[in-house]
């Protein structure tokens, strides 16, 4: 017998993630909301927070964000310093 795919959407998820983070057993969660446990340690990693070492608490999500916005201005770097480089011989 084929197994169903069960979708879940973003607020689901991030709620699931916040009785865990509150204190609910990741077992508990699985018994009661019939969610995997791989499902929700997945979801624990995209949306449960994480403290950085100043205090600020952000989500994994983010940072992945932030990474690759930071990917794109040090490109957007290298493009500007090879324009500098080929302007200035002229």
């Not at 449960?48 to 940072?63: L, Q």
Request: glycine share 4%; charged share 35%.
């Amino acid at each position: 017998m084929k197994q169903e795919h069960k979708s879940y959407d973003e607020n689901y998820k991030k709620t699931i993630v916040n009785l865990y983070e509150s204190g609910k057993r990741k077992s508990d969660l699985t018994r009661e909301y019939g969610i995997s446990y791989t499902n929700i340690n997945n979801w624990i990693k995209k949306y449960g927070t994480i403290k950085t070492s100043t205090g600020e608490v952000t989500t994994n999500d983010e940072i992945i964000k932030l990474k690759k916005k930071n990917l794109e201005l040090e490109q957007e770097v290298e493009i500007l310093k090879k324009a500098v480089a080929i302007f200035s011989k002229k």
